[in-house]
């Protein structure tokens, strides 16, 4: 939050963009005709941000946005954003017979950078999904967002590593996407322009179920691995692909600003703003090399606070308060097998930690049989040690923590951001009607999610979190959240 006029909080972006421009032909289906769901690719950007194609106006101009379930705002270049700050494709609104301008400004402050434009309406399609009609941002400046490379690259190392998988790429092919906007599917009181108050505007996701296009009110995404390249991830608009996760799907109930109760559809929750879910812990666990052996615990942080976690797409690390951050690597690396970047505060840790067996516990709580039961996301370590100049951990010489301390995200203690590094070993389901987050282990990745004490059945009862907050109790994290979102 940089000025009064940006009244977000936007802990995202923190990640590489590319200057390559970008054309990819798709053939979309235009019709308005109400389908079970609608699904598309989400490309990975080297494991830093995913990419979805977007098709704006009549005829329709294509363009790639990162797909951020941390925003509620859709947006693109304009045509009168300067190349300085929009150096790829701009939306031309004097070729679209269904352009409308609504003379409404709107204003983003994001962790990288900012955006502000003007609010229009015209024609948005997405996987052949289309809403007429559709109030979205038209950029008329940005700062850094779209022009300058992210703090996940930390250092000159990758820069000058050809073979870097967190390098920016070379010019090199047309058919290469570059992020040119991004595509919100938060809450509709988050958009910059609700948070302004005002009439509520129904952002491109939440509009799909209002009118009817899609059957479901849900939306499901796959991330895929970070080394599986290209249009490896999948989102699909009013269903879920039970091909790309294992094991049962277990649902979060996202935390409100209020106690309201669920609505329907129509009158959306207003007191909900991020797709955050409720964190009760988090630990460091050693399994041990086999069933027999007792599990260690290394570290190990019992939330005394009411605590979210936001699942924040658009992030490519996942931030925590420092405290949190520290203990869970070196609880793993020790204080010598790692280092803290100077100008980012990100961690640049030793890659032989790819190696290691520890397991990392995100504790949270679902609703089973309508009853609140403790589950946990249990991830390898090695998950987040990202190689900056090699293709895999076990040949980099230098390589990335996919956690970071939360000091400069404005987020406060009891908020935290879990980004990509997490995310990509869950596959997620987004309830807008029940305001719940269905979670449930991705095919191809090394996580776990289950119930706290099943999880790990070689596990004993010692490794349990001690403790957790009453889960009515909403007055700290609403305190906090307003906080963010509204104070200068």
Known sequence: METSENRILKASLRRQFNPQSIRRSIHSNNTLERRDSYVAALYNDLGTQYLIDIFIGTPPQNFSVTLDTGSSDLWVPGSSCAASGCPNVNFNEHQSSTYKTTGKAFSIGY??????GTYVTDTVTIAGATISNQQFGLAAATEKILTEFSTVSVSNIQYNAPNSSLAPRQET???IPVANGILGLAYPQLAAGNSEGGKIYYPFIFNLAKQNIIQNPIFAIYLNSRDAAGWSGEITFGGMDETKYTGEMYYLPVVSLSATKKRALTNVNLSNYYWMV???????????????????VLFNSDFKETTGFILDTGTTLTYLPESVAVGIIESVAGKDGYSVHKSSGTYLIDCKYHESNVELDFKMIAVLDGVDVPVVLSIPFSELVMPLDGESASEAENCLFGIAPSTDMKVGSTLMIIGESVLRSIYMVFDMQNDMIGIANAVGMDAYVGIEGVIHSHRSSATAFSSHPTLLLLSTISTCIILAVYSL
Not at 111 to 116: L, R, T
Not at 278 to 296: F, H, M, Q, R
């Open 111 to 116: 962790a990288i950078g900012s955006v502000n």
């Open 173 to 175: 092919s047309d058919s």
């Open 278 to 296: 409720y964190g009760l812990g988090i630990s460091t666990v050693n399994p041990g090399d086999s069933d027999t052996s007792e599990p260690i």
